[in-house]
């Protein structure tokens, strides 16, 4: 059977600053129709930092969705017309202050592919130099560096709750990974 399905009209239901909500109806796989609805999301980055120590750069922020406040990678929605990779630099400098020489894109994901369109380029940067911090009008951040087999066990023990996160510091532990090789050069 194939497994696709094929829009047939589609609603906007709301449309706001960072998301549009739609809903659409398409025909399912056996020919039936179904309704789907999407949130419309732009693209975005995160970026796994990690500096000569073996600390990954993070931030910690409140978010208002969840009630409290996270320890998380650094991370923001690329612009229209922009590549990830110049959000991803974008973001460090601004959420951290660092610049990195060595830039690796790791993979890309989709947070909640079941509702919503946003998908995530995970970058890999390396050999860090300070600079200034330029945060969002609305963004109070504190900057924390965490050693990466600390940041495994604050997965392990919840207190490292972020999606894009985990992912980026379960990435450092693949056998396969070299962040000496990556990074540090």
């Known amino acids: 059977m194939l497994m696709e399905e094929k829009r047939i009209s589609s609603e906007n239901i709301y449309a706001g ?7 659409d109806q398409v025909i399912l796989p056996d020919g039936r129709q179904g309704a789907r ?12 930092a990690i500096n000569n120590n073996n600390e990954v750069l993070m931030v910690r922020q409140f978010r208002h969705p969840a009630g409290e406040s996270l320890l998380e990678i650094p991370a923001g929605k690329v612009e229209k017309g922009e590549k990830p990779l110049d959000c ?14 060595v830039w690796k894109e790791i993979c890309y994901f989709f947070t909640s592919p079941g509702f ?3 998908k995530i380029y995970l970058y890999l940067a390396g050999g860090l130099s300070m600079h ?11 900057i924390e560096t965490i050693n990466v087999n600390e940041a495994m066990e604050m997965i392990k023990n919840g207190d490292i709750k972020d999606a894009k996160t985990i992912i980026g510091i379960l990435f450092l532990n693949l056998p396969i990974y070299q962040i000496d090789q990556a990074c540090n050069k």
């Open 132 to 142: 200034e911090t330029k945060f969002d009008q609305d963004e109070f951040i504190e």
């Open 37 to 48: 609805e999407i949130v419309e999301l732009s693209d975005a980055v995160a970026v796994l």
């Open 88 to 101: 991803a630099k974008r973001e460090l400098e601004e959420e951290t202050g660092c610049r990195a020489a």
């Open 116 to 118: 919503c369109t946003e």
């Open 17 to 23: 600053k960072i998301m549009t909500v739609k809903k």
